[in-house]
Each structure stands twice: as structure tokens, then as C-alpha cells.
């Protein structure tokens, strides 16, 4: 026999007494093996071990349940709801809990929505409770439901239902509280079947979380992100560290005296080549560095595997250390956490990262958040640089282009109407460019590739094209400083440099304004690239638009032209020339739709960057 031996009583024998030892294995849970032929499961067996297992099978006009779970410490619950979908809300529950030492069943109901909550029928009709018990470290009930209730909160089994499996705490009183882990089959299961649900993919939340276990985690619905834990074994504390992962790619924990990164112990468990692997490192400054040798350190690797598409690494690390670069866990430090490529076998600059909201205390068994990923000069950074180039560069690109014989010759200021435009979106453009590259610049505290996803290595260059975008952002105004007079010879030489990196920086600005929208970290809905996409189209074809009139506006001009100059002198009186002349279109107004447009476009992206 194998594993632990756990001591249940001991008898002193001397010479006139018999005494005996007798001993039990840890608690258990036996897979069903009617399971799939005459009984319909839900369990977690596939695992290699059961922590629990739902069972049904009909009987007559009767479904029979069995529940068990493994009790582990304290007072637990284990529910099942019969569901529409696979979210919690409007579910007949069934409830096997612990209290006291005492099991007991319960049937309730889960209150519709998405702040759904759950409530205790106090008199279930018709479902009646065959046998509820407590031994060796297992809670147990069976019951009887009916296929077809008159009570609207006993669904009938007749029909197909989703099933959602929960365990939870169950406080003083007998009062089950909030969950600590929740599944949910793939699809709607038939009760009156001994069909089995497919087991739940991904990772689950460990049950022992906030009980024997230190935890931190991101869970959705019914499965996990990742999942970081921790549990101190005399002088060691072991990790546990999950990850859902493809490709090449890491989880990093890091061991910090603040909340970033600089002077960091660090673990990180990877996935390369299909194979998954521990490295043991330390962060200099901004500088990552792996410790290949494990010698000395104190840390042992227990496990590494790749399953079901689940990395998962399990290493002993020692509470008191002497090794400058792998910290005591004495003291609490804050939890940072980083994902990010794999190259080469080497980790690659994280994609993704968050920090405790405090310092953890690794020697307890504390669930630990994230801080709210502070995204502020990121947002900041692309919501200039989106007001910059979508609004104020487009106006004032397209004003000085077409629209410099606009407003009858009026003036603002004693400049031209045209000019004044121009001027103003062109010096926003300016303020508003050089104002974001120097907040991202102090966000990000140096020049730094971005780690992006796989598949996606345009976007590295986001970094470098927006260099190129603020360096032709500064010199076209420092041109216009030296620009020659209308009359003079090279003044057609300042028009086409001006015009040409004018608009050069607005092509670049928007192909870096999209590539910074898909990074990684900007995290932005996709739904900005599609208005992005949108307001470039609209963009050129305004362009096009305006191009093409003025090609036949100059036509025209000019075959009237022609028109005037055939004619005799007596006919050429201001009134005939007046009437060979077509009425002046006023531009304007489409210029102030094309200004409605780029504002619309802009406002969107920027509110969407904001929300994300």
C-alpha cells in the first residue's frame, strides 16, 4: 500500500491485553461503475481522482439522485441546477450540504438575471429525501424528484436542461453562501438517460482556495484562466501554477517589494514545443535573466504537464531562503503576474501583466485580487493621438486642399478663413502628437518591443512607426517656418516637401493608430478597428470626391472660358458674361459635412478606447 496512513485509535497491549491499530485511507469517492449504462454523471473522475459525482437514474415516474463530496474542512455544500443555459440565473436547485457535522438535503431555486441569487424552498413538493449521511470525509445524500411537478420551481425532467454543479461554504446556521467553484456541462443533458455529460474542459477553481490554500485566479462562468495557488508543507510552500495555453507561451508569478517590476524573484512556467517546463528567474531592473541551475536555490520542481490544452507547473519552494534571488517567504510581498511569448525557449516581453491590489502573505491561505490594471496613459496615449490624425489632421488636410477659394475671399483675423482652419488643426495635430508620444514614453519608461500574439508581428512595429509619425509631426511646422514667399521660384519646392510629408505622416498615423488599437495590452474591442476601417474608406472616397469635382470645375471654367472669347465685343456686356457663368457652388457646406464625419468617427473610437 502506497500514500498516507492516517491513525484512527490506538490500543496499548501489555501481557492480559489485546489492543489492535486500525487505519484508513485518505477520504474517497468510488467512480460509479453504472455510470454511462444505466446511470446518467456528472463528476470530475477524469481527473484521476473524485472530489465528487451526481448520479440520476429513472424509476418509474421517479428520478433518483445521489450526490457526494468530499468534505475536506469546514461545512461544504454541493449543488446541482437544472438550467436553461449555462449561467446562473431562473434554476431549480438541489443542495447536499454539511452543517454541524450533519448532513442534510435542501431544494431551492436561483432568482432570475444577472444578480441572481439563490433562495430555499422551505416544503419542496414532491421531492422526497431517501438517505442523507456523513462518514470518512464524505457527505452523501440521495432523493427522489418526480418527473412532472405541480411546484413551478421543481422543473420537470421531461425536458432537457443545462447542469450546473457548484461547491461552497456553508456558514453558521446552515446557510450556504456564495461559491468558491462552479461547472457547467457543454450542453443540455436528458435526465431520463443514462447519457453522461462530457466533463468540463479547462481549469476549474481549486475547492481548498481560501481554506488550506492561498489563491489567485481569473474565472468565468465555469472555468478558470489561470489559476495561481499555494500551501505551506512544513518548511516548504508549494505552488501550483495553471495556465490555458497554445503556441509558445509563459505564465511568470514574481515575488516584488512594490507593484512593478524591477528586483523581482520570479517563476515562470512555459509552454515550448508542446512540452511544458519551470524556470526559475530574477528581474534587474527591467531586465529579466533565467537561474537555469536549480542547485542552491531550495526550489524543486515536483511536476510540469500540458493537458487539454492546460499548462500546469508544481514547484516546492523553501519559506526561509539564503539564495539573494529566490526571497524568504517570511515577509509579504506583492503578487506580480505576467503572460507573454515564448522564443527560442526564452521568455519573451510579457503581452499582459497586473500586480496585487496589496502584499500577500504566502504563508497563509488568502484569496488575493488583482489590482485594476491601471490603462490610464495608454488610453490616454491613443485618444490623442486618435483626436490628432482622425480629426484635426483630416479637417485640416482637406481644407488646404480643396477649399482655399472657399468664403468668397473673407477673412478671420485678416487671414484667409481657409488658412486659419488649417492652421488650427495642423498646430492640435502638433500639441496633441508630441503631448502622446510623451505620456507613453513616461508609461513605458524607455523604448520597449511589444509583445503581441501570435501570428501578429506587424504589430511590432507600432513602436517605431509612431517615432516616424512625431518626428514628420515636428518638422512640417518647422518647414513652415522657413517657407518662401508665394511669388518665389522655390516656393512650389516647399509645396511639394510640405505635401509630401504632411501627408505621409497622416498615411502612417492611421496605419499606427490601427496597429495600436490590436496590441495586446491596449485591450480595445475590435469594434474600433472596424470604425477605423470605416473612416479611412470614407476618408479616401471624400478625398476622390473632392479631387474629381475640382477636375470638373476647372473643365467647365475653362470651356466657358472659350465659350466668352468667340463671342463678339458687343455681346461681351457684364450681363451676357454673367449668364455664360455657372452659379458658384458653395463648397463650404460640404466641408462642414466632411467636419460632422471625422468628429463622428473620432468621437467613436475614442469612447470605445475609454470603455474597453
Request: contains cysteine.
Amino acid at each position: 500500500m502506497s500514500g498516507d496512513v492516517y491513525f484512527k485509535a490506538t490500543i496499548v497491549h501489555t501481557k492480559s491485553t489485546d489492543y489492535k491499530i486500525t487505519t484508513s485511507l485518505p477520504p474517497t469517492i468510488v467512480p460509479d461503475s453504472e455510470c454511462g449504462s444505466t446511470k446518467g454523471c456528472q463528476s470530475d473522475c477524469n481527473t484521476g481522482t473524485c472530489s465528487y459525482q451526481v448520479t440520476w437514474k429513472r424509476s418509474g415516474d421517479l428520478v433518483r439522485f445521489e450526490f457526494q463530496q468530499l468534505l475536506g474542512t469546514g461545512n461544504k455544500y454541493q449543488a446541482v441546477g437544472l438550467s436553461n443555459d449555462s449561467l446562473m440565473g431562473n434554476d431549480s436547485v438541489m443542495i447536499c450540504k454539511s452543517s454541524a457535522d450533519v448532513a442534510s438535503f435542501e431544494q431551492g431555486t436561483n432568482s432570475p438575471g444577472p444578480g441572481s441569487y439563490y433562495a430555499s424552498l422551505r416544503n419542496p413538493n414532491d421531492v422526497r429525501t431517501i438517505e442523507t449521511s456523513q462518514a470518512d470525509g464524505v457527505i452523501k445524500c440521495v432523493v427522489e424528484r418526480p418527473i412532472t411537478s405541480n411546484d413551478s420551481n421543481v422543473f420537470p425532467l421531461t425536458e432537457s436542461w443545462y447542469l450546473l454543479h457548484a461547491i461552497g461554504p456553508v456558514v453558521p446556521g446552515g446557510y450556504v453562501v456564495k461559491h468558491t467553484a462552479t461547472t457547467s456541462t457543454q450542453n443540455k443533458v436528458d435526465l431520463l438517460t443514462a447519457n453522461q455529460p462530457p466533463p468540463p474542459s479547462g481549469i476549474g477553481l481549486d475547492p481548498d482556495c481560501g481554506v488550506s490554500k492561498g489563491c489567485q485566479f481569473s474565472c468565468s462562468g465555469d472555468s478558470c484562466s489561470y489559476l495561481l495557488t499555494w500551501q505551506v508543507r512544513d518548511d516548504l510552500v508549494r505552488f501550483e501554477m495553471m495556465e490555458a495555453l497554445s503556441g509558445n507561451n509563459y505564465q511568470a508569478m514574481g515575488f516584488s517589494s512594490d507593484n512593478k517590476m524591477g528586483d523581482d524573484s520570479v517563476m515562470a512556467c512555459k509552454l515550448n514545443g508542446g512540452s511544458a517546463s519551470f524556470e526559475l528567474g530574477f528581474n534587474t531592473g527591467k531586465s529579466y535573466s533565467s537561474i537555469p541551475d536549480l542547485t542552491g536555490t531550495g526550489v524543486s520542481v515536483i511536476e510540469t504537464s500540458y493537458t487539454s490544452g492546460v499548462v500546469r507547473c508544481v514547484i516546492d519552494r523553501p519559506i526561509n531562503s539564503t539564495n539573494n534571488q529566490v526571497f524568504s517567504l517570511t515577509r509579504n510581498w506583492y503578487l506580480l503576474r505576467a503572460s507573454g511569448p515564448v522564443s527560442g525557449g526564452s521568455l519573451s516581453t510579457h503581452r499582459s501583466k497586473t500586480s496585487s491590489s496589496s502584499t500577500v502573505d504566502f504563508l497563509s491561505a488568502s484569496l488575493v485580487t488583482e489590482a485594476e490594471a491601471d490603462l490610464l496613459m495608454v488610453k490616454l496615449h491613443g485618444s490623442f493621438m486618435m483626436i490628432a490624425w482622425v480629426m484635426f489632421s483630416s479637417i485640416g488636410i482637406v481644407t488646404a486642399r480643396f477649399f482655399k477659394g472657399g468664403w468668397e475671399g473673407k477673412t478671420l483675423g485678416g487671414i484667409k478663413v481657409w488658412f486659419q482652419i488649417h492652421r488650427t488643426c495642423m498646430v492640435s495635430v502638433f500639441v496633441l502628437t508630441v503631448a502622446a508620444f510623451v505620456i507613453i514614453f513616461i508609461d513605458v519608461g524607455e523604448y520597449r518591443e511589444v509583445a503581441v500574439s501570435d501570428g501578429r508581428d506587424y504589430l511590432r512595429y507600432h513602436p517605431v512607426l509612431g517615432i516616424v509619425v512625431t518626428a514628420l509631426t515636428v518638422i512640417n511646422p518647422i518647414m513652415s517656418l522657413f517657407r518662401c514667399g508665394p511669388d518665389d521660384k522655390r516656393r512650389p519646392i516647399f509645396n511639394i516637401a510640405h505635401f509630401l510629408v504632411g501627408t505621409g505622416a497622416h498615411i502612417l498615423a492611421a496605419i499606427t493608430v490601427l496597429f495600436g488599437m490590436n496590441i495586446d495590452r491596449s485591450n480595445v474591442s475590435m469594434d474600433a478597428s472596424y470604425v477605423m476601417y470605416a473612416y479611412m474608406a470614407t476618408f479616401v472616397a471624400i478625398e476622390l470626391a473632392f479631387e474629381l469635382q475640382r477636375i470638373c470645375e476647372k473643365s467647365f471654367n475653362s470651356s466657358n472660358d472659350v465659350a466668352i472669347e468667340m463671342k463678339s465685343t458687343s455681346e461681351k456686356s457684364e450681363k451676357s458674361i454673367q449668364f455664360e457663368k455657372r452659379p458658384a457652388i458653395k463648397k463650404e457646406t460640404f466641408l462642414y459635412i466632411h467636419m460632422l464625419l471625422m468628429i463622428a468617427f473620432c468621437v467613436a473610437m475614442v469612447v470605445i478606447v475609454i470603455t474597453s
